[in-house]
């Protein structure tokens, strides 16, 4: 089976553009997870999605960033404007409501911004 | 106060050895889930094991087995016979509550083993 699949892989912009990260996750999987990974701060979760609800969004870190489920196969996370500081991997994960509630995680978003 | 701790930044092991990484983790919950992933150089994380605070057995997967001290509140990875593709970063993370839907997960900040030949 596929797993989650998140493009691009990698995206490089200047400050003050707008970026778009897309995800598809695990078909069947009912949560969708955002995640940001820094040095500095490392692992941190912005957002996740049940049945394409938004449930929590705390995490994420301004009005600059939104995130929407348009449907159970795919998720967009956006900044806008852009800035030098958003630098950092992203992550979406996906699960399946059980016991576990294990998270299986995208290869990751590399995003640069100059 | 953290809720995962991870005291070693960086550990070495000899290839064909066993290694322990250890994690501590803080919660009021009764019912709770413990997850190990790898972070390999590639970047993509890799779910390795799961233990339930219920779980009266220690979880196991392959070469990876999870030390579940409860009393204690540590849940330590141990990988035996490493090998060179075990060279990553290992994350422990905490999902507080009963599972079937319920979130936080927390990470705690990773340790870079490192495997010699």
């Known amino acids: 089976d596929a797993g989650v699949i998140q493009s691009p892989r990698h995206e490089v912009t200047e400050m003050g553009q707008e970026v778009t990260l897309r995800c598809k996750p695990i078909s069947g999987h009912d949560y969708l997870f955002w995640y940001r990974q820094t040095m500095m701060r490392g692992l941190e979760l912005l957002i996740y999605f049940n049945n394409n609800v938004p449930i929590d969004d705390s995490g994420m870190p301004e009005d600059r960033f939104s995130a929407k489920m348009p449907n159970a196969s795919f998720s967009t996370l956006k900044i806008q404007p852009s800035e030098p500081r958003d630098s950092a991997v992203y992550f979406c994960a996906s699960s399946l409501m059980s016991s576990t509630d294990t998270q299986y995680f995208g290869p990751g978003t590399r995003l640069t911004v100059l | 106060a953290q809720k995962i701790t991870q005291t070693q930044p960086g550990m070495f092991v000899q290839e064909k050895e066993a290694v322990t990484l250890d994690c501590t983790y803080d919660?009021?919950?009764?019912?709770?889930?413990l997850f190990w992933y790898k972070q390999p150089s590639s970047g993509e994380m890799i779910f390795l094991i799961y233990?339930?605070?219920?779980?009266?057995q220690n979880a196991t997967e392959g070469r990876y087995s999870l030390n579940f001290q409860k009393a204690r509140k540590s849940a330590n990875l141990v990988i035996s016979a490493s090998h060179l593709g075990d060279s990553a970063m290992y994350f422990c993370?905490?999902?507080?509550?009963?599972?079937?839907?319920?979130?936080?997960?927390?990470f705690g900040k990773g340790t870079k083993l490192s495997v010699i030949p």
């Open positions: 993370a905490m999902r507080e509550g009963p599972g079937a839907g319920s979130y936080q997960l927390t």
């Open positions: 233990q339930g605070s219920y779980d009266e």
């Open positions: 919660t009021s919950d009764q019912s709770y889930g």
